[in-house]
């Protein structure tokens, strides 16, 4: 029976050639998962040095997005020119070397070729991201066998495309980096990847470059455990490690993501190190009596500098702390000294959802310390966040929180005006500006410490305390501080551009 166009094969399109719907199902499945597995560790490799920020998570996605359309195009052109079958095995097998060494390029350039670190990380996520989107046309090639079919099969490799994509960002993001290092991520990817070049190369002709990028791969792994990093522990969130201090024997730095967090003397919790920690003492011990115990919560914890300090100098004091990052916390435990009759109750939790578990007045002091790479969490910056804050604190109640603006100020500008909103008593500590604007016209940036209250606090004691523990900070407040803040704009849940307003010169 002729005529009928629905059963006839398409003109030009290719066989089969012997792959079936289910293994074209699994390279595309497989594939689309990569790419979003090389993307999400990619951010955690490059966060030690370029910081975990917008801007690096926007770079990051807008090259694998990238590469997905380089990938996607290229992909169907050639594989229009080239037979199909010639194309999978080489673009699994190149893809998973370049997986596999990514982390040992990385930490290699960032260590000794710090310039070129954009462009080695650009290489690492387009060329491997690249060539996995290559797979969905190339199979969707073979498959086509039908013009009557061309709708079905494209549509189904498509959700299959989208579905691989999906495991492998919750898989990521859920499973994989909560337990296995990055690098150990990579590389098994990377195997994985290879050892399915090898298979398609042996179920077609044979591919003999497959020894090559085995080669590749263990050459990746070995270079993985010689190549310079910055990781004693890689956390959920972070890559961690504690220094020693070499002038202080029970001295320890905790280092996240390459940033000096926070400072910890194990035989001394009364020795503060970092200014912005002697500047929070400082800010309490002016607005309690001495040794009055509190009750306090502290919006991330990292070393647990200042929950220490006030344990050894207000017995009986009870800290409640909300660290996003149970690693941290075991850090805290296993390496800075942490024991549990410190009068320190930890709870790996967002600060935010922390706060909305506090009953109403139930807290003395609210301590802000929590970071992601330089900047304060958004949600944890803008009035809606404020106003809790507010309500856990009873009425004589003080929050202080450390910021960190370079440049403009535009970030703690707007802070200040945020906290303005919410309380009636508005501070700001901080290292005074150059002699051009005067010893007190305006703070300068680095760190900065805010303090907020319904109830006024002894800013003179405060000024004694920056003063007797050398911080060289000054104290701004009332008029000079609402001139400083001007016209910013306070942060809501609606409105918190807090990445932007970080950049040096906003």
Not at 24 to 34: E, I, P, Q, R, T
Not at 124 to 134: K, N, R
Not at 207 to 226: D, E, F, K, Y
Not at 485 to 493: E, H, Q, S, V
Request: net charge negative; charged share 20%; proline share 5%.
């Amino acid at each position: 029976m002729t005529g009928s166009s629905s059963s006839s094969v398409a003109e030009g399109a290719p066989r089969n050639d012997g792959l079936g719907p289910r293994a074209a199902a699994v390279l595309v499945f497989g594939s689309s998962a990569s790419v979003l597995v090389v993307e999400i560790v990619a951010l955690r490799l490059l966060a030690p040095y370029l910081g975990l920020t917008l801007e690096t998570s926007t770079m990051v996605i807008g090259i694998a997005l990238t590469a997905i359309a380089l990938g996607s195009w290229l992909g169907g052109r050639i594989a229009d020119q080239v037979s199909p079958r010639r194309l999978i095995g080489p673009a699994l097998g190149v893809s998973g070397a370049v997986v596999a060494l990514t982390p040992a390029a990385l930490r290699t350039t960032a260590e000794w070729a710090p310039a070129m670190l954009l462009l080695i990380a650009s290489l690492a996520i387009l060329v491997p991201a690249a060539l996995l989107s290559a797979v969905t046309p190339i199979v969707t090639k073979l498959r086509l066998t039908s013009l009557a079919e061309t709708g079905t099969v494209v549509g189904r490799l498509s959700g299959v495309g989208t579905a691989g994509a999906i495991v492998g960002t919750v898989l990521t993001g859920f499973v994989l980096v909560s337990r296995l290092p990055v690098s150990g991520i990579l590389i098994g990817l990377g195997a994985l990847l290879v050892a399915g070049s090898a298979l398609v190369g042996w179920r077609t002709r044979g591919w003999s470059s497959t020894p090559a990028l085995i080669l590749a791969l263990v050459a990746g792994g070995l270079a993985t455990m010689v190549a310079p990093g910055g990781c004693d522990t890689e956390t959920r969130y972070h890559c961690a490690r504690v220094v020693e201090d070499p002038d202080r024997s029970s001295g320890r730095t905790l280092v996240l993501d390459g940033l000096r967090h926070s400072y910890v003397d194990i035989d001394d919790p009364t020795y503060l190190k970092f200014r912005y920690v002697r500047a929070f003492a400082s800010v309490v011990d002016a607005a309690f009596a001495e040794g009055e115990p509190l009750a306090a919560h502290h919006l991330g914890g990292g070393g647990l500098t200042l929950p220490r300090y006030l344990t050894a100098t207000r017995p009986g004091t009870r800290s409640l702390v909300s660290e996003i990052d149970s690693g941290v916390v075991r850090i805290s435990r296993d390496q800075l000294g942490l024991t549990p009759d410190a009068g320190i109750d930890v709870r790996a939790e967002d600060g935010r959802l922390g706060l909305r578990r506090l009953d109403t007045g139930s807290r003395d002091l609210v301590v802000g310390d929590a970071f992601g790479g330089v900047s304060v969490p958004w949600h944890l910056t803008t009035v809606e966040a404020m106003t809790d804050v507010r309500r856990v604190l009873d009425d004589d109640g003080l929050y202080v929180a450390n910021l960190v603006d370079h440049g403009g100020l535009s970030f703690a500008r707007a802070e200040a005006a945020t906290l303005s909103e919410v309380f009636e008593h508005v501070a700001l500590l901080g290292e005074p500006a150059g002699s051009d604007l005067g010893p007190a016209a305006a703070p300068e940036g680095g760190n900065l410490v805010v303090l907020a209250s319904d109830r006024p606090v002894d800013l003179g004691a405060v000024r004694d305390g920056l003063d007797a523990r050398e911080t060289g900070w000054q104290v701004f407040a009332g008029d000079a501080l609402t001139t400083w803040i001007g016209d910013a704009r306070p942060l809501t849940d609606d409105y918190a551009p807090v990445d932007q307003l970080l950049q040096p010169y906003g």
